[in-house]
């Protein structure tokens, strides 16, 4: 993503990591993919994000190899959905460190919490962005679901998505 000097050619590896995930909508992205929001049109109503900028973060993703386009429909003009990649998948142990820091140090608008991680394997919440310290399990897709505080009754389970 080419919005700052790029830090791709750098030794350390957070900066390299940096030159593709430091957009913040890139990551707000990634969650929704997660989520299961993978159209243009759900993304772009989901985050309010404007087509031009949807369209280049998009682009950016899918060269950095983070999502794939995946076609989808047999109409006349060419239609794509976005899928996570392995390293897109790989994102979501930091996405989960994101919204557990940002839940501890930062305040909710409604006073509230925003987005609950819970192991699928054992039903807690996860205090931990990669590992269920109940069970020990990994926060893996298979092992991972998220509610929002939006629809706290609704568990997403990243494993379909």
Same mark, same amino acid.
């Given at each position: 993503?080419?919005?700052?000097?790029?830090?791709?050619?750098?030794?350390?590896?957070?900066?390299?990591?940096?030159?593709?995930?430091?957009?913040?909508? &890139?990551?707000?992205?990634?969650?929704?993919?997660?989520?299961?929001?993978?159209?243009?049109?759900?993304?772009?109503?989901?985050?309010?994000? &404007?087509?031009?900028?949807?369209?280049?973060?998009?682009?950016?993703?899918?060269?950095?190899?983070?999502?794939?386009?995946?076609?989808?429909?047999?109409?006349?003009?060419?239609?794509?959905?976005?899928?996570?990649?392995?390293?897109?998948?790989?994102?979501?142990?930091?996405?989960?460190?994101?919204?557990?820091?940002?839940?501890?140090?930062?305040?909710?608008?409604?006073?509230?919490?925003?987005?609950?991680?819970?192991?699928?394997?054992?039903?807690?919440?996860?205090?931990? &962005?990669?590992?269920?310290?109940?069970?020990? &399990?990994?926060?893996?897709?298979?092992?991972?679901?998220?509610?929002?505080?939006?629809?706290?009754?609704?568990?997403?389970?990243?494993?379909?998505?």
């Amino acid at each position: 993503m080419t919005l700052r000097t790029p830090l791709s050619g750098l030794e350390c590896p957070m900066a390299r990591a940096l030159d593709v995930l430091g957009d913040p909508w &890139a990551l707000m992205i990634l969650r929704e993919v997660f989520t299961g929001n993978r159209r243009f049109d759900g993304l772009k109503d989901e985050l309010a994000i &404007a087509d031009t900028v949807l369209s280049k973060r998009l682009r950016a993703l899918v060269e950095a190899g983070l999502l794939r386009r995946v076609p989808y429909g047999g109409s006349v003009r060419p239609r794509v959905e976005y899928a996570l990649t392995d390293a897109g998948s790989d994102t979501l142990p930091v996405l989960n460190a994101l919204s557990q820091w940002g839940t501890r140090h930062t305040e909710s608008p409604t006073g509230g919490w925003n987005l609950r991680i819970e192991c699928l394997k054992c039903g807690q919440v996860s205090e931990s &962005a990669d590992w269920c310290r109940t069970c020990a &399990a990994p926060l893996d897709r298979g092992n991972t679901g998220w509610r929002r505080a939006g629809d706290p009754q609704r568990l997403i389970s990243l494993a379909a998505r």
